[in-house]
């Protein structure tokens, strides 16, 4: 079942570099099959768990009402005649350990509209944000404990 999903998703790879490179000659052929399975290989679960697909698909409209506000938000900054924007790194403490939560939280902070995450581990989380909103958003650390919820289970 494991080789049968890392064929499925290596052959999925090989299908989109052909569609995106054009070239159907024997080195592109076999640099994008060669590429299909690093990339597969690299990209494989590392634990026998699954996936949380429920939980995440209850995530997703939060995140994107989240980004929905954040666009308004920046809009109303770049259009603002006196824009208060007042750009800041922030640290906080992410709590989460599994590298899957990590990796989600990082992509959904730097996903909204006028944050960028810079760095994320275990033990600190770093994030640029365009305006004092942003900012406190980061630190009141909703994001983390709502990918945290994903994971555990638990959560909002």
């Known amino acids: 079942m494991r080789l049968l999903r890392f064929l499925t998703i290596a052959g999925f ?16 052929l076999g640099a994008g099959g060669a590429a299909a ?20 698909a209850g995530y ?12 308004l938000r920046v809009a109303r ?7 208060s924007l007042a750009p800041r790194v922030v640290r906080a403490v992410p709590s989460l350990s599994d590298e899957r939560a990590l990796t989600l939280a990082g992509c959904s902070i730097t996903l909204t509209p006028g944050t960028v995450t810079l760095d994320i581990a275990p033990d600190l989380m770093t994030v640029h944000a365009l ?26």
């Open 37 to 56: 399975l690093g990339v597969a290989f690299l990209a494989r679960p590392r634990t026998d768990e699954r996936f949380p697909l429920g939980r995440f």
């Open 77 to 83: 900054l770049a259009l603002a005649p006196r824009a």
């Open 13 to 28: 790879l090989w299908g989109i570099w052909i569609l995106l490179s054009g070239k159907m000659d024997v080195l592109h």
């Open 60 to 71: 997703v409209p939060w995140l994107l009402w989240q980004v929905l506000k954040s666009n």
């Open 131 to 156: 305006d004092p909103v942003s900012a406190r958003e980061i630190e009141t650390g909703d994001v983390v404990r709502r990918v945290g919820g994903v994971f555990r289970g638990g959560g909002p």
